[in-house]
Structure formats: C-alpha cells, structure tokens
C-alpha cells in the first residue's frame, strides 16, 4: 500500500512556550492522520468502536529531527510495514511544505476488544490493507 498523506496546519494550541509543536501533539496529529487514512480505505472507524473493536497504541517510536514552528504547513503520512493478525506497524513522518523532515514516527496498533483482550483484525481492516 503506498504512503497515505495528511495535511495539518500548525495552530497555536499545539505549540509550548517557544513556538514549536510541543512534543506529544505529534501522536494527536498523527492520531488524526490515521484516522482520516482508515476511513478513506472504507474502514469506519467509530462504527468499529461501537462493535466492540478498538485499536490501541501498543508501541510508539518517535525521533525528532528538528522543531516544526506556529503556523507551519505539514503533511502527515500513513504507511503500512507490518500487518500481523491481531496489529498493524505503521510508520508516519511529519514533513513540512518544503519537504523538511520534523519527525520519524513507527507505531504498533492492537486490536483489542472492550475488556481489553487482543482480537483478530476485524475482516474489513483486513481487506482494506490488502488492496
């Protein structure tokens, strides 16, 4: 599957006291992207969640390469590495409109059922990962 993008402005809310994206409003951000990228592949997500199939953060590796400021123009990718039977590897850098790399981001999500047990992918996020 090749690389899905998403763009996101910079707002003042996601900056610390120098200006730049505060450090963990790169998972929100990056929460958002994936989100959007399961939904254009046909996955409704709050409709999973209402069926009892929640995706977790299992692992998140982030290196940051340079601090994106106020107002910056990014683009999030979504790229799948690794599909297993109950998780997805998923890598997401954070670019800026002239190609800068701001962060390197490798995240493991688990299916999980309500009371937190791992679960199967359901049949529909695995269809979508297989186009």
């Known amino acids: 599957m090749t690389e899905f993008t998403f763009p996101y402005q910079v707002t003042y809310g996601d900056t610390d006291a120098a200006g730049v994206v ?20 046909g996955v409704a997500v709050a409709e999973l969640h209402r069926t009892g199939r929640l995706f977790v953060v299992a692992e998140a590796h982030l290196h940051y390469r340079r601090p994106a400021p106020l107002g910056a123009r990014l683009t999030v990718g979504v790229a799948v590495e690794r599909v297993g039977r ?42 979508a990962l297989a186009r």
């Open 22 to 41: 505060y450090y963990a409003r790169y998972l929100e951000i990056m929460e958002r992207a994936r989100w959007a990228w399961l939904e254009q592949h």
């Open 86 to 127: 109950a998780s997805i590897t998923l890598r997401q850098p954070v670019r800026g409109a002239d190609d800068t790399l701001f962060v390197e981001a490798t995240l493991r999500l688990g299916c999980v059922d309500p009371a937190g047990k791992v679960s199967p992918l359901p049949p529909e996020v695995a269809r």
